[in-house]
C-alpha cells in the first residue's frame, strides 16, 4: 500500500491561492483511485476532488468548481490548486487512495475502508 504525504498547507488570506501536493511512496499512483478530502473544524470529512482508478471519471465537489483543481503532475505526485480561497475553506485536507475500482463520484462521497490516508495539512484562510 503507498504511503501518502501531503504538503502545500499554510496560512492564506481570502482571495488567495495555494497549490497542495501529494506524493506517494512504496509505488506510483498507477493502480489507485485517488481523492482530495478535507476536514474543517466540527464538521465531518468531505470528498473534494477525486479521480477513478481507471481515469474514466473525474469528481469535484460542486461548490469548489471553478476554484479547486486536482491535477497527476507525475507518477507520483498529485496536486489540488486552489484559488480565490475563502474563509469557509479553512480545514485539513488529506489525500487518500485505494486500488478499488470505483467511479471518482463514489470514491469521494465513501471512501472505503481499504483506503490509505496521508497524515494532512493544514490550510487557513484568514485575513
Known amino acids: 500500500q503507498l504511503q501518502l504525504v501531503e504538503s502545500g498547507g499554510g496560512l492564506v488570506q481570502p482571495g488567495g491561492s495555494l497549490r497542495l501536493s501529494c506524493s506517494a511512496s512504496?509505488?506510483?499512483?498507477?493502480?489507485?483511485?485517488i481523492g482530495w478530502f478535507r476536514q474543517a473544524p466540527g464538521k465531518e470529512r468531505e470528498g473534494v476532488s477525486c479521480?477513478?482508478?481507471?481515469?474514466?471519471?473525474e469528481y469535484t465537489l460542486d461548490s469548489l468548481k471553478g476554484r479547486f483543481t486536482m491535477s497527476r503532475d507525475a507518477e507520483n505526485t498529485v496536486s489540488l490548486e486552489m484559488i480565490n480561497l475563502r474563509p469557509e475553506d479553512t480545514a485539513v485536507y488529506y489525500c487518500a487512495v485505494t486500488p478499488q475500482f470505483m467511479s471518482a463520484q463514489a470514491m469521494c462521497t465513501g471512501p472505503p475502508a481499504s483506503a490509505s490516508w496521508g497524515q494532512g495539512t493544514h490550510v487557513s484562510v484568514s485575513s
Open positions: 512504496g509505488g506510483t499512483f498507477g493502480a489507485y483511485a
Open positions: 479521480i477513478s482508478r481507471s481515469r474514466y471519471t
